[in-house]
């Protein structure tokens, strides 16, 4: 069984730093893809950042870059978000994502963890 499990989610003041973690069970990690999407009431959950299964490639959302950085260390099958100089466009719930390419695309989803910035 398949589980990503967010924690780290929190209220924050403007300007402030968060940092969310993921736990992978149930996939060969370093065989993943990782990465964090959000969603905001009414909204389709948007990709935030994204780590390739070796590491060597991330891709950022343009909002968020120079502002958050993703890191994974496949020995501790975790994945985390560093988001700094936090505003309120960032509220959201945050999800955890893992992608496997295979003879067909293999996707997992965490539950989510709820990012509030706000004064």
């Known amino acids: 069984q398949v589980q990503l499990v967010e924690s780290g989610g929190a209220l924050v003041h403007p300007g402030g730093s968060l940092r969310l973690s993921c736990v992978a069970s149930?996939?060969?990690?370093?065989?993943?893809?990782m990465g964090w999407y959000r969603q905001t009431p009414g909204k389709e959950r948007g990709l935030v950042a994204l780590?390739?299964?070796?590491?060597?490639?991330?891709i950022y959302t343009d909002s968020v870059k120079g502002r958050f950085t993703i890191f994974r260390d496949n020995a501790k099958n975790t994945v985390a978000l560093q988001m700094d100089s936090l505003n309120s466009e960032d509220t959201a719930v945050y999800y955890c994502?893992?992608?496997?390419?295979?003879?067909?695309?293999?996707?997992?989803w965490g539950r989510g963890t709820q990012v509030t910035v706000s004064s």
């Open positions: 994502y893992a992608r496997h390419f295979g003879y067909r695309i293999l996707e997992y």
């Open positions: 149930g996939i060969v990690f370093s065989a993943h893809d």
């Open positions: 780590m390739t299964s070796a590491g060597n490639s991330t």
